[in-house]
């Protein structure tokens, strides 16, 4: 298992952008595929986005496809979540995930290590 730590949250205007990020500890983060989450109060987790191994596959949730980029570093153990064009409904705790699979699944279950979570709260 790798522990995450996410950073990067806080209060935003509508129409602006965060960048999120979540740092891994361990050597084997470059076998993980990663992912972000998040969840408002009441309502289950939903997949945000994630992202392989490598690199070179992603995937995305409708809702915020177009608007939001995940990347990663391995040699940083790092991976980001950059939000553009952020909407109030976008307001959540939001957490990074890893997979052991290495793929960018959006299957809930894949996942097997998770950070705290970050607020992201978007308002006028």
């Known amino acids: 298992q790798v522990q995450l730590v996410e950073s990067g949250g806080g209060l935003m205007q509508p129409g602006g952008s965060l960048r999120l990020s979540c740092a891994a500890s361990?050597?084997?983060?470059?076998?993980?595929?990663m992912g972000w989450f998040r969840q408002v109060p009441g309502k289950e987790r939903e997949f945000v986005a994630a992202?392989?191994?490598?690199?070179?596959?992603?995937s995305y949730a409708n809702a915020v496809k177009g608007r939001f980029t995940i990347s990663r570093v391995n040699a940083k153990n790092t991976v980001y979540l950059q939000m553009n064009s952020l909407k109030p409904e976008d307001t959540a705790v939001y957490y990074c995930?890893?997979?052991?699979?290495?793929?960018?699944?959006?299957?809930?279950?894949?996942?097997?290590?998770w950070g705290r979570g970050t607020q992201v709260t978007v308002s006028s």
């Open positions: 995930a890893a997979t052991p699979t290495g793929l960018a699944t959006t299957r809930f279950p894949d996942f097997t290590s």
């Open positions: 361990g050597r084997t983060f470059s076998s993980y595929g």
């Open positions: 992202i392989s191994r490598s690199g070179a596959t992603t």
